[in-house]
Structures are given as C-alpha cells and as structure tokens.
C-alpha cells in the first residue's frame, strides 16, 4: 500500500490550500496569455517549493524527491504548465546541487531557493533525443570559456536568471564529442532569448530560444570537469526531468478524473445523472484506474530515488505512463461530456493540450521505451 508520512499529507494539504487560492483561480487564463507568470514562482519561492530538496545549509527546505512530486502533482492538477515552469527550475538547482562544488552550492543555492529562476539548456535545433549532436561550443580562451550556440525548445528561456547550459568542448581519444556544464549568471553579455514558441500546450510555462553569442565565463562557471555534460545534463534530466514531468502528468490525470466524476454526477441526461449510464461508469473506471496505476508508479519511482538507489528505469515507466495516460484520460473524458467536452469555458480541452506537450518534455516516449526495453533486456 502507497503511504505517505503525516509530514508528507500535511505538505499535500498546505500545497492543494495555496494552489487551489492562487492558481485555480487563474489557469484558464495563464494557459489564453500563454507566458509565465514569474511572479507565482516567486511565491512558491518563499513557500520554500523552489528549493524543496536543497538542503538547509543552503537555505533550502531539506526534504526529497517525494515532496518534489507531491508538490508539482499539485500544481499540475490546475496548471500542469505552470508546474513545468518550477519543475525545470529544479533541473538547474539540482545540476548545481549534485555537481557543483561548494563555492557553487554557496553562490547560486541560496538564490535559486529565494526567487532566482534557473533554466536547463540542453537541447539544439538539430535535435534533442541526439545529445551527442548537440553543435554548440565551449573554447578555454585566456583562462575564460567562450561559448557559441542556439538552443531551443528551452523552458524558462525568456524568465531564468540563471541559465545552465550543456556545450561541446571537444572531442576524447576516439574522436567522440565531449560535452561540458556551464553556468552563466544573470546579465552576462551574448547570453539572450531568442525566439519564443507558442506551444499547443503547457503553456504558463515560457519555452524558447537560448542564444549563446560569445558568452565569456570564468573557468570558476564550470559545473563538474570538462567532459561530464553528458553525466550531469542526462544524470538531471533522466532522474529529475523525468520524475518531474511524471508527477505532472499524475496532476493531469487527477484533473481528469475529478471533471469526469463531477459532470457526471452533475449533468442530467433521461432525467437522471449521466453517472447512471454504463459507459459513463466505463469511463470512470478507466480514469480512476489509470490515476491510480500512475500515482503507484510515479511515488515507487520517487520513493527509489530518495533511497538514493538506481531509479532510471522506473523513472522512465512513470513518465512514460503518466503522460500517455493522460493523454488517453484526457480523451475520454471529452467524451463523455459530450458537446461540453470542446467547449472552451471546461478546461478539459487544456487537459488534453497539456498531456500532449508533455510527451517530448524530458524525453519522447520512443526514448523511455528504448530506455525500459534495454533496462529489461540487459
Ligand atoms: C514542453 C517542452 C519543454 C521542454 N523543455 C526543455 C528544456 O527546458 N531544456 C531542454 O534542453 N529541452 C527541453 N525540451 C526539449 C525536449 O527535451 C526535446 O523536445 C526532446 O528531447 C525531443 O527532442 P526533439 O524535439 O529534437 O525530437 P527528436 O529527437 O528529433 O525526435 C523526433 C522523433 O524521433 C524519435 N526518436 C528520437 N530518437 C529515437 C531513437 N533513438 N529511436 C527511436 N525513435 C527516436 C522521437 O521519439 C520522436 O518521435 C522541451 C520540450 C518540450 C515539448
């Protein structure tokens, strides 16, 4: 049986509290204006939901991955784009966390907890499941790296202080690509949004162009060695992009069942509730199930990387579950509103919107069923 710890269910309440005050209340109209709205991520900054897994020392709250998702699923049950907007955030605060060195933890931790805004850039136009594509550069010039590059489809590109960015800085001995982790402060020259996307879902979260024009940052900017971007860019996004993007398809899923439960319950069709029709019944069932198949799978997955154990492969399940799921859900309970379900005024439509743009978030679903099939095969 799934349990949580009383810390745990009194965390679940505070978060639904404040969600369903200052989030509820205005989806509908983050996902019509279609940016982020910064000033959310400030508050749940002082709520301490920006730092929740950095430890105290660095003015974090010190709690874990579990806490991460109870908190995102939260969000994501009124707006999963908004949730992808802190959900990144975390990628760059975990970079830094678990690669960092101390003088780093102390610089940029205590900031990105207290309102800074990070961003991960990791992938490029020639494409984002082809990591070692990747063609932007790092040169060590006269003890400064210079870095050269466009990256896109980048949450928080137009809203980060603090941007992490994964370059190429070379080649090792057998002629592969070496790539490299930087971390580039706020207003530093050449480093600027270039175009802005205009997603089919998950908006409320900005996505966009990284432009690295000549960025020039001190040696003391690189986060591990040269040569560990593959390590920390895919270590981050494998275990903390994926987990994230896992416990917002869980918010959507939730959202779906709870609009079907009550338009079922509260639409009259043959003088009874819709509730009464057997397929109707069908539906709930399979939106019940396929929450509850999610939240199993995403909290197993969490529980694993707060035991400090190898998580990739039910990392990889969860989100693969969840965001098909919710996509399926979200279908579902379209139709069983009937003419309702593509009216505008439910948010049903977003549900389905968002769950779409949650798939290629953190990596497609090809890319977790090769990781599961090889994680089972090997
Ligand atoms: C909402 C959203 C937010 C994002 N935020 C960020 C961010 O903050 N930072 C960041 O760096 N990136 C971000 N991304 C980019 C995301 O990581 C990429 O979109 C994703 O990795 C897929 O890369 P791609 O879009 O280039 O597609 P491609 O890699 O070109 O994939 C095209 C198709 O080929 C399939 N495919 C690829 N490789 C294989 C393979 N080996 N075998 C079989 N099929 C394969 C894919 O499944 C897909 O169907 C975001 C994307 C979205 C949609």
Redesign the pocket.
Known sequence: MLKFSEQQEQLRKVVRDFVEKEIATIASKIDQEDTCPVELLRMTAQLGYNGVFVPECYQGVGLGYTERAIILEEIARHSAGFA?ALM?HH?GVYAILTWGNEEQKQKYLPKLCSGSIA????????????FAGMKSTGELVDGYWVLNGR???????HCADINIV?VRTGEDEKGRPRMSVFVIDENTPGCKPGRKEK?T??KG?D?GDVILDNVKVPASNLIGKPGDGAKI?LGT?SEV?RSGMAAIGLGILRACLEDSVKFAKERIIYGRPLAKLTNIQFIIAQNRTDYEAGRLLTYNAVGIKDAGLPCVPEISIAKYFTTEAAINTAKRTIDLMGGYGVICDYPVDRYLRDAV???????????M??IIAGSALS
């Open positions: 992808l990144t990628l961003g991960l850039a990791v992938t490029e136009p020639g494409g984002g499941s082809d990256k896109c489809f980048i949450t928080n590109s994964v997603k879902g998950l979260s996505m860019g996004i992009g743009a949650s798939i290629p978030s953190g990596g497609t679903s090809y890319v069923q090769i």
